[in-house]
């Protein structure tokens, strides 16, 4: 079974910039949870999307998005960039039905896309 | 919102040596979950441990609810143990998601 894939890995850009990351969860899970990891902050929750509806969000800027389409697959959106966005965005997938099985909240991270802003 | 408290913060251990880290929580959890990121960024799942006592090798990790803590033992330790170690958890109310901790850095020397 695939794991969570995370693309791209690596990228640099400037401020002012926008930048769009994409995470494909492990087939059959529908919910995707997008965390924010910097060396101040550590890992921050950014938002959850489940069958294509937003669930939950985190305290961040409304230059942080994120869309799920039907296939499952996630995107996330930074637009302007600052430098302070510069972080390991880490992309997970559970199969976001906690209420039928506790075991559903178990959450995969994929390897994450390593974002430097300049 | 939940706060969530690991310690300590670094540990530095000689290979085979055992370790407890610990996970302290503020509020009643439905949720409680160890990973282990390696130094190349990737979380792994170690344990989904609202309550109750887990064994998987090498590991075993302990969430006493009541008292709003978690312990992840480590035994004859590795350096491939080596990397942090967090700890994250979601409220039972409240729309809070998943709160990690700072973690704990565990370094693991030949």
């Known amino acids: 079974k695939a794991g969570v894939t995370q693309t791209p890995r690596y990228l640099i850009k400037t401020r002012g910039q926008q930048v769009t990351l994409s995470c494909s969860p492990i087939?059959?899970?529908?919910?995707v949870s997008w965390y924010q990891q910097t060396p101040g902050q550590g890992l921050q929750f950014l938002f959850e999307?489940?069958?294509?509806?937003?669930?939950n969000k985190g305290n961040f800027p409304g230059r942080f998005s994120g869309r799920q389409f039907s296939n499952s697959r996630s995107e996330m959106n930074v637009s302007t960039l600052e430098l302070g966005d510069s972080a390991l965005y880490l992309c997970?997938?559970?199969?976001?039905?906690?209420?039928?099985?506790?075991?559903?909240?178990?959450?995969?991270f994929g390897a994450g896309s390593r974002l430097t802003v300049l | 919102g939940i706060q969530v408290e690991q310690s300590p913060p670094d540990l530095i251990l000689q290979e085979g040596a055992n370790s407890t880290l610990r996970c302290n929580f503020s509020?009643?959890?439905?949720?409680l979950q160890w990973f282990h990121q390696n130094p190349w960024g990737q979380l792994i799942n170690l344990f989904y441990?609202?309550?109750g006592t887990k064994q998987n090798g090498r590991l075993s990790a302990t969430t006493v609810a009541t008292e709003r803590y978690s312990l992840l033992y480590i035994s004859s330790s590795q350096t491939t143990d080596s990397g942090v170690y967090f700890c994250?958890?979601?409220?039972?109310?409240?729309?809070?998601?998943?709160?990690f901790g700072t973690g704990t850095r565990l370094t693991i020397i030949p």
């Open positions: 087939s059959g899970h529908r919910s």
């Open positions: 509020d009643s959890v439905n949720n």
């Open positions: 994250a958890v979601e409220p039972d109310f409240g729309n809070e998601k998943l709160t």
């Open positions: 997970a997938s559970s199969s976001g039905q906690g209420w039928l099985s506790s075991g559903a909240n178990v959450l995969t």
């Open positions: 441990i609202p309550s």
């Open positions: 999307y489940f069958s294509e509806t937003q669930r």
